[in-house]
């Protein structure tokens, strides 16, 4: 989706990140992210299923401090209210496991509304760089597409897919939807700048419901 993300938005992200990562919230690694990166440092924020019966919300969300929780809070609400629409609107796929998370999580989701993004997805993973190692997202749904984008100026980190043989760049503005658990991939290298990537999904056990 080309110039889906004004760069007004792009700016907004920009400073809602810093604002996370000044407010000294907690990086808490996971095993799911051992395959994509040298570097493991993706923040997973939302609603996921994994290790659990039922749908509940990432450590990464409750585990902080007033200070960074606001700060979460902030950046989720602007991704909620500028970014969740567009991209929801080129969703197609049942609501069902939405009106059931809803239900699952009726106090959570109005205690912290930010959260709720209107079934487009429930979870973004955001790091700075990029997934280097080759890699397959097993905890997505094989149907179901995960939407990556990147602000700020760089060169580099193309989007890679070795089995097909393609390489595509992702510009600022562009929203990239991949089926992440069919096709093997990883980013190239950023070789000049600096680059914030977020990834939109929802894990395959919550889809399965």
């Excluded at 007004?8 to 996971?30: E, F, G, I, Y």
């Excluded at 205690?111 to 955001?126: E, Q, R, T």
């Excluded at 984008?149 to 990239?176: M, N, S, T, Y």
């Amino acid at each position: 989706f080309d110039q889906l993300i004004t760069l007004v938005n792009q700016k907004c992200l920009q400073k809602c990140w810093d604002n996370v990562l000044a407010s000294s919230t907690r990086h808490q690694p996971h095993t799911c992210d051992l395959n994509h990166s040298n570097n493991n440092t993706a923040f997973h924020f939302g609603i996921w299923k994994m290790t659990s019966s039922e749908p509940h919300l990432t450590a990464e969300t409750t585990n902080q401090t007033p200070q960074a929780i606001t700060a979460i809070d902030t950046l989720l609400r602007f991704i909620g209210d500028f970014i969740a629409g567009k991209i929801c609107s080129s969703a197609d796929w049942s609501g069902r496991a939405y009106k059931w998370v809803k239900r699952v999580l009726t106090t959570e989701l109005l205690a912290c509304p930010s959260l709720d993004f209107g079934g487009a997805f429930f979870a973004v993973a955001i790091k700075e760089g990029g997934s280097g190692l080759v890699h397959i997202d097993w905890h997505d749904n094989h149907t179901i597409w995960a939407f990556v984008f990147a602000v700020r100026d760089w060169e580099g980190g193309e989007f890679c897919a070795p089995e097909l043989g393609i390489k595509i760049p992702i510009r600022p503005g562009q929203v990239f939807a991949i089926l992440a658990q069919v096709v093997a991939h990883f980013s190239s290298p950023v070789t000049k700048g600096h680059r914030i990537v977020f990834t939109y999904f929802t894990d395959r056990l919550t889809v399965l419901h």
